[in-house]
């Protein structure tokens, strides 16, 4: 093959080794593709700094009015005129609507009767107090003397007695029953009661003394101051049973809700007299703002809408049916639904965000911290001006509530409130619609922290990829954190200021893997 090679031309020598020389290279080429080593992973890298991260809450909640005024209207009155509609945009001073209020008058006339009806009661009663409270004093000195008295008189008998003693008497013996009988005929003729007059029998036939046969005298005197012994015992009982009754009729609590009732009563007249002025007047914008509720219509006769409301569960309160009844009948005569309401106006001017927050971070939230507010892609300043005491908030009504003024209040309830003004609001913002509150919680600074996306968790375990730029490798690294904002994690261990880490690693990255930063 060489001789015959050594006979081609030089011309054809030239295009053989040229051949040969491609086809070579082209083995190479197919050979260095095959099995050339693939090229490290890129990933993009991050620098532990130093720097602040603020720990926030992002809660939603819904727009509301932080000035909402409810005009309110009697039951009977007639619209003559509605200016306004559901939407409509007002000025302090424009007119709302007029009204004919010849059909509330009643509704006004007989609160007026009720609280005096009421407050009559309340001062019949508070008189009958303080005559209980006199007899009551009086009674108190009487038994007090009456005892005072017993004592005296057991006193003289155990002074009798022991002159009887002395005397060898040792027989004791009952008083006779015809002295018994004698001195209780002689109390039913002076009117005593037979409770008294049962009690001195009881009190004398239970009596023994000392007999005597060498000193009748004295025996008899003996017998006659335990008679009068008696007798003082069984009036001291009387005394004591009267007591007992002035006690029982002397009911603080009672004549207290008397009381509360009276005062409710003079709320609720007070409160239809400046609805029924009001509207005789018309009604009038007192505030820029919109109307967001209207229940009122030209020509038509008001009429409220009725609402349930708790009982007052006033028997079991006082245990008694008698006091239940009488303030069932005064509460319950004008407190029915004569009051609702016809127009709202809801102020833009101060709007304001109602959310609810967990425990942990109730704890956390102040009245006047600054907050962020979103509403429809716009941001907002805000700043909190109301956090609830406690995670529920509810109102009930009890008897204490009785003094409340007609139209009350609203409760409300689940998690914890917190509400937050909206600073300079525009159109963007609905009562009525959802805005995302951002609170700024906690903010530490000078804190070691790299991006959120670099650390990994599993099984419990936090951990991130620290980069070393000299071998082109990473090291699988557990770390501790602290609190974390939107795009960064505050590092407490593992890792060290300027430390190069994987940002976005792959979960699957081994330790030791072999990785390349990728190009800015």
Do not use: C
């Amino acid at each position: 093959m060489f001789k015959a090679f050594k006979k081609k031309s030089t011309k054809s020598k030239i295009a053989i080794i040229a051949l040969i020389v491609v086809i070579l290279t082209l083995l190479v080429y197919v050979l260095y593709s095959q099995f050339k080593p693939e090229p490290p992973a890129e990933y993009e890298m991050a620098t532990a700094t130093k720097g602040s991260i603020t720990d926030s809450l992002e809660v939603s909640g819904t727009v509301k009015s932080g000035y909402s005024h409810n005009y309110v209207a009697i039951d009977g009155v007639i619209a003559e005129t509605v200016k306004v509609s559901v939407g409509d945009e007002v000025k302090k001073g424009d007119l709302i609507a007029t009204f004919n209020v010849s059909g509330a008058s009643k509704h006004l006339v007989e609160a007026k009767k009720d609280y005096d009806s009421a407050l009559k009661e309340y001062n019949n009663a508070s008189s009958a107090a303080k005559n209980v409270s006199a007899s009551k004093a009086k009674n108190e000195k009487a038994i007090k003397n009456k005892k005072a008295e017993i004592a005296a008189k057991e006193k003289e008998i155990a002074a009798l007695e022991n002159q009887l003693k002395s005397e060898n008497a040792t027989a004791e013996v009952a008083i006779p029953q015809e002295q018994i009988d004698a001195i209780a005929a002689s109390m039913r003729a002076g009117g005593a009661s037979e409770e008294e007059i049962n009690a001195f029998i009881s009190a004398a036939s239970s009596v023994k003394i000392p007999s005597s046969d060498s000193n009748n005298a004295l025996y008899q005197a003996v017998i006659q101051k335990n008679l009068e012994l008696s007798q003082l015992n069984a009036q001291l009982t009387a005394l004591q049973a009267e007591g007992a009754v002035t006690i029982s009729t002397d009911n603080d609590t009672y004549l207290d809700a008397l009381k509360n009732v009276a005062e409710s009563k003079k709320k609720t007249y007070e409160g239809i007299k400046s609805v029924y002025d009001e509207l005789k007047n018309g009604w009038y914008a007192d505030k820029d703002g919109i109307i967001t509720k209207v229940n009122i219509k030209p020509g038509e006769t008001f009429v409220p809408v009725q609402e349930n409301t708790d009982t007052y569960g006033l028997g079991s309160l006082f245990g008694n049916t008698q006091y239940s009844g009488i303030l069932s009948a005064l509460i319950g005569s004008s407190e029915d639904s004569k009051i609702g309401t016809g127009v709202t106006l809801d102020s833009y001017d101060d709007l304001i965000v109602s959310v609810s927050v967990g425990k942990s971070d109730l704890i956390k939230i102040k009245t006047g911290m600054k907050v962020s507010v979103t509403s429809l892609n716009k941001n907002y300043d805000g700043e909190i001006v109301y956090v609830a005491a406690s995670a529920t908030e509810q109102n009930g009504l009890d008897i204490g509530s009785i003094t409340g003024s007609l139209l009350g209040g609203s409760g409300s309830s689940g998690g914890a409130l917190v509400e937050v003004k909206i600073k300079n609001p525009d159109k963007n913002v609905v009562i009525g619609f959802d805005a995302d509150v951002k609170i700024a919680l906690d903010v530490v600074e000078d804190v070691l922290k790299i991006p959120v996306e670099s650390v990994l968790y599993d099984s419990g375990t936090y951990y991130v990829y620290i980069y070393d730029s000299k071998n082109g490798v990473v090291k699988k690294q557990t770390v501790t954190h602290g609190i974390l904002d939107d795009t960064h994690y505050q590092i407490t261990s593992g890792i060290s200021e300027g430390d190069t880490v994987v940002k976005s690693p792959d979960p699957a990255m081994e330790d030791g893997a072999k990785v390349q930063q990728k190009k800015a």
